[in-house]
């Protein structure tokens, strides 16, 4: 089955860390661009970071640029997003979302994993 | 940054009618050298991921039922359902993937049965 799975999220004190990350399965990981976007409670669609298929091409918001890092392991088939620094703002869901060779349009979601950066 | 402005910001619809939702880009999101639109649409139902509904700002994606549809280019695009399904209820977003720095979605249109 062609599927991305999320895992990591979780409750977090400000200035503290997390490290997502999110299986994939049913496709060929190292043929397409991955990426993270996040949806607080209530809002709209954030892109977070995107990773070129090589893996040598990292892109991300401004809002999180400097404490966030994108990586992917091809072998593993998985993505990561380690989270530092967290604020409460960065209180999301995040999902992984796979695009299309290069292309960063995304035909496939994960479900998300939810975090909460709170005291 | 380009901006994604989506018009209007809720909608409400009769069933089996028009439902027509507007996308502006604060630049042109056509890439000249091969004449396409980097524009893409997306559902997302309530406690659902979003669903990849149009690409390359018309071409609908495979599964989605064909009253989806889109159209425009440049900095304006429209997303039409040509007659609305209970299924249809949700929130849709544009998205422009001309710029990866960054990559952006419209604020989201919701999308409700009158």
């Known amino acids: 089955e062609v599927q991305l799975v999320e895992s990591g999220g979780g409750l977090v004190q400000p200035g503290g860390s997390l490290r997502l990350s999110c299986a994939a399965s049913g496709f060929t990981f190292s043929s397409d661009v991955m990426n993270w976007v996040r949806q607080a409670p209530g809002k709209g669609l954030e892109w977070v970071s995107g990773i070129s298929v090589s893996g040598g091409s990292t892109y991300y918001a401004d809002s999180v640029k400097g404490r966030f890092t994108i990586s992917r392991d091809s072998p593993e088939n998985t993505l990561y997003l380690q989270m530092n620094s967290l604020r409460a703002e960065d209180t999301a869901v995040y999902y992984c979302?796979?695009?299309?060779?290069?292309?960063?349009?995304?035909?496939?979601w994960g479900r998300g994993t939810l975090v909460t950066v709170s005291s | 940054d380009i901006v994604m402005t989506q018009s209007p910001d809720s909608l409400a619809v009769s069933l089996g009618e028009r439902a027509t939702i507007n996308c502006k880009s604060s630049?042109?999101?056509?890439?000249?050298?091969?004449?396409?639109?980097?524009l893409a649409w997306y559902q997302q139902k309530p406690g659902q991921p979003p669903k990849l509904l149009i690409y390359?700002?018309?071409t609908r994606e495979s599964g989605v039922p064909d009253r989806f549809s889109g159209s425009g280019s440049g900095t304006d695009f429209t997303l039409t359902i040509s007659s609305l399904q209970a299924e249809d209820v949700a929130v849709y977003y544009c998205q422009q993937y001309y710029s990866t720095l960054p990559i952006t979605f419209g604020q989201g249109t919701r999308l409700e049965i009158k």
């Open positions: 630049q042109s999101v056509l890439y000249r050298s091969n004449n396409k639109n980097y």
């Open positions: 979302a796979k695009g299309v060779g290069g292309i960063y349009y995304f035909d496939l």
């Open positions: 390359w700002a018309s």
